[in-house]
């Protein structure tokens, strides 16, 4: 399980895991709109890191990011680390 600590956004962290494939699964986030995290827990899982980040990058909500834009940069930051 990775967990990232989110900025800006309602959410104040965001567990994960990423299969050997790079498919994204037990997507959980911590705080924020619980609706509206589920969803995009549900929407997501089962997808290729890299298509999620495509998907979520420069989402809006306030402070210049949202929760799925939290999401992807979790991404991004567990790709450098794991490449």
Same mark, same amino acid.
């Given at each position: 399980?990775?967990?990232?600590?989110?900025?800006?956004?309602?959410?104040?962290?965001?567990?994960?895991? +990423?299969?050997?494939?790079?498919?994204?699964? %037990?997507?959980k986030f911590i705080g924020g709109c619980? @609706?509206?995290?589920?969803?995009?827990?549900?929407?997501?899982?089962?997808?290729?890191?890299?298509? +999620?980040?495509?998907?979520? %990058?420069?989402?809006?909500?306030?402070? @210049?990011?949202?929760?799925?834009?939290?999401?992807?940069?979790?991404?991004?930051?567990?790709?450098?680390?794991?490449?």
């Amino acid at each position: 399980m990775h967990t990232y600590t989110t900025r800006g956004t309602c959410s104040h962290h965001i567990e994960f895991d +990423v299969k050997d494939d790079n498919t994204l699964t %037990k997507v959980k986030f911590i705080g924020g709109c619980t @609706g509206n995290t589920q969803g995009i827990a549900k929407l997501v899982e089962g997808k290729n890191i890299d298509e +999620v980040i495509s998907l979520l %990058k420069g989402i809006q909500c306030r402070a @210049g990011t949202s929760c799925p834009d939290q999401l992807a940069t979790a991404l991004i930051k567990y790709k450098e680390k794991n490449n």
